[in-house]
C-alpha cells in the first residue's frame, strides 16, 4: 500500500507560478516512478509529467514542457510540480500517482499504468 497527499493547489493568475507536492508513504519511495496528472471538469484525466525512480529520468506532455518542472527528493518521499506561466487551460483537479512497474529509468504516461492515487489538488488559473 501506497498513501499519497497532494497539496499546494490555489487560486492564480494567469502568468503566475504554484508549487504542488505530494508526500508519499506506505513503501519504500525510491522503488516507484512518480507521475503528475490532471484532470478538468467534464474532460479525461490527462497525463502532466514523471519522474523516473531515481529522478534521473523526466517525461512532459507537450502542453506544459518548458513551463512544469517535476522533481523528487527521495529522502523525504516527496514529489514536487514546479508550474510557472500558468495558462486558464492549466485549471484542473492535479494529481499525484506512483507507478511500480518497469524498470529504473522507466517513465511512462499511460494512467492505467500507476498503481496508486491521490485526491488530488485543485489548480484555478483566472485569467
Known amino acids: 500500500q501506497v498513501q499519497l497527499v497532494e497539496s499546494g493547489g490555489g487560486l492564480v493568475q494567469a502568468g503566475g507560478s504554484l508549487r504542488l507536492s505530494c508526500a508519499a508513504s506506505g513503501r519504500t519511495f525510491s522503488s516507484y516512478s512518480m507521475g503528475w496528472f490532471r484532470q478538468a471538469p467534464g474532460m479525461e484525466r490527462e497525463f502532466v509529467a514523471v519522474?523516473?525512480?531515481?529522478?534521473?529520468?523526466?517525461y512532459y506532455a507537450d502542453s506544459v514542457k518548458g513551463r512544469f518542472t517535476i522533481s523528487r527528493d527521495n529522502a523525504k518521499n516527496m514529489v514536487y510540480l514546479q508550474m510557472n506561466s500558468l495558462k486558464p487551460e492549466d485549471t484542473a483537479v492535479y494529481s499525484c500517482a506512483a507507478d511500480f512497474g518497469g524498470s529504473e529509468a522507466t517513465v511512462r504516461s499511460t494512467t492505467r499504468k500507476y498503481d496508486y492515487w491521490g485526491q488530488g489538488t485543485q489548480v484555478t488559473v483566472s485569467s
Open positions: 519522474i523516473s525512480r531515481s529522478g534521473s529520468s523526466t
